[in-house]
């Protein structure tokens, strides 16, 4: 294969702190064997998230000196709303301060006691939002989508035959059906052109509105370009505005495929729904006209959605992590396979069956690729998953950890660093031990929980 090269070179660095193995050992013990509890200078490669980690363009840190500071009617809100419509035709733009604020405010108006939100997989905040709201959330990914292994083109896929029972059973109970493109929690994989039609047709013939949770929206549509029958030839614009065509909303998290730091919206069609969205926007985030951001986060917004699109940078950020993707399924590391959009995920408990789920084999290996290669990885498993609301604790459907790969920001070198270190492990990964937990908050265990290596 010929070599895929970054499409960028670099004005301004940052320099990394380098670290031995020696002092990472004690970092890690100090952190109670919890990465989120390492300060970020203790990190060689930073792959806890693609959210907000992403390095801006000279255009976008140009843009930035532009941006209008303005109360009301700064022109920095214009370029953002019209930026956004010229890819998604939607007649109200809501800026939020990131994703979740776009979903708190939709929910609040939409959600409640008693109502269920169906999607191909709500990601956390989507999830936790609706339930804030005393509703439910539920997941009607294909089954092929729950498989590692399963070489299914789009994996992300809706279910439809089963959103058409679940609508025809909860009907009167679902105010919207939600698509998550790509689906983060199934592995960043992507759904189909003619999977998002049909579940908007299937919204429609049970008269609901449609509403695309929009965070990777260009990756999608880049698998959509090279994966789908006849899209090959045409534009990523095009495909962009055929995925939200239809739709009656989207709810968006700049920091993923718009280059920001901070950032997103809630886009609205009906006028009723918008009035009453600005009116919570008003009492929660700010003024219509910036919301939750600075007229220079608008700016460096309506920037990134200019550059997303760009077909050389999609093209290379795919073939990053198929690159690091094939190379650890050939050294015998099981990954998520195809490798989706933004992250590369290792199928932990696979990788050390003689760890037991309960005993945390995604937080084991995290904790070792720390150690090793100083690589922050994020489990996504049993720690994540296990703990059930009446405290009781089993394990999660996988033991995955993420490699989210943030957006321009390392190089080739970096990934083979990284690789070089997760083959060491390859070959001494049985002497792995399994963890404990010793102390956890009531919630959100994974945030704080304090762990220990057991013997
Ligand atoms: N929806 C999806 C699919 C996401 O992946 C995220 C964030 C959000 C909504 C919320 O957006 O962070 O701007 O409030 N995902 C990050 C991650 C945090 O690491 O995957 P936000």
Request: glycine share 8%.
């Amino acid at each position: 294969m010929n070599t895929i090269i970054e499409p960028f070179r670099i004005k301004t660095v940052e320099p990394i702190r380098m670290t031995t193995v020696a002092e990472r050992e004690t970092i890690l013990h100090k952190a109670d064997y919890n990465l989120f509890s390492i300060a970020s200078r203790d990190v060689l490669i930073d792959l806890l998230t693609d959210s907000g980690t992403g390095a801006m363009s000279t255009k976008q840190w140009a843009a930035i000196m532009q941006g209008d500071e303005s109360y009301a009617g700064s022109p920095s809100f214009d370029r953002f709303e019209s930026t956004i419509q010229n890819l998604f035709p939607f007649q109200h733009i809501i800026p939020t301060h990131q994703g979740r604020a776009a979903e708190a405010i939709l929910f609040s108006i939409l959600a409640g006691n008693g109502k269920v939100i169906p999607s191909n997989t709500h990601f956390d905040t989507t999830r936790g939002n609706i339930e804030a709201t005393g509703a439910e959330a539920h997941d009607l990914v294909i089954e092929e989508g729950k498989d590692p292994q399963n070489l299914h083109p789009f994996k992300g896929n809706m279910d439809i035959a089963k959103l058409d029972s679940f609508l025809s059973e909860h009907g009167k109970n679902v105010p919207c059906v939600m698509l998550t493109v790509t689906n983060n929690a199934g592995g960043g994989q992507p759904v189909s052109l003619e999977n998002i039609r049909a579940t908007r047709e299937m919204a429609k013939k049970y008269g609901l509105p449609f509403i695309i949770d929009a965070c990777r929206f260009a990756e999608n549509a880049w698998f959509i370009k090279l994966r789908e029958k006849g899209q090959q030839t045409r534009s990523i614009t095009e495909i962009v505005r055929d995925m939200f065509e239809g739709a009656d909303g989207m709810t968006m998290s700049a920091k993923k495929d718009a280059f920001a730091n901070i950032g997103g919206w809630l886009a609205l069609n009906d006028d009723e729904l918008a009035e009453k969205a600005r009116t919570r926007l008003i009492l929660t985030e700010g003024f219509p006209t910036y919301g939750g951001l600075a007229g220079r986060d608008l700016e460096a917004i309506a920037q990134g959605l200019e550059e997303i699109i760009d077909e050389d940078y999609l093209r290379y950020r795919v073939a990053v992590n198929q690159y690091i993707g094939d190379r650890l399924h050939k050294m015998g590391v099981p990954v998520v396979r195809p490798v989706g959009g933004h992250a590369v995920f290792i199928d932990a408990r696979a990788f050390l069956p003689h760890i037991d789920p309960l005993q945390y084999p995604g937080q084991a290996l995290s904790c070792e690729m720390y150690r090793l290669a100083g690589v922050r990885a994020c489990e996504i498993g049993t720690v994540m998953f296990g703990r059930k609301p009446d405290g009781s604790e089993e394990p999660a459907a996988m033991d995955l950890v993420r490699l989210a790969i943030p957006r321009r920001t390392y190089t080739q070198s970096h990934a083979d660093y990284m690789l070089e270190r997760i083959e060491q492990i390859v070959g001494e990964k049985d002497k792995l031990r399994g963890m404990r937990i010793k102390w956890e908050p009531p919630a959100m265990r994974h945030f704080t929980a304090k762990f220990e290596v057991l013997t």
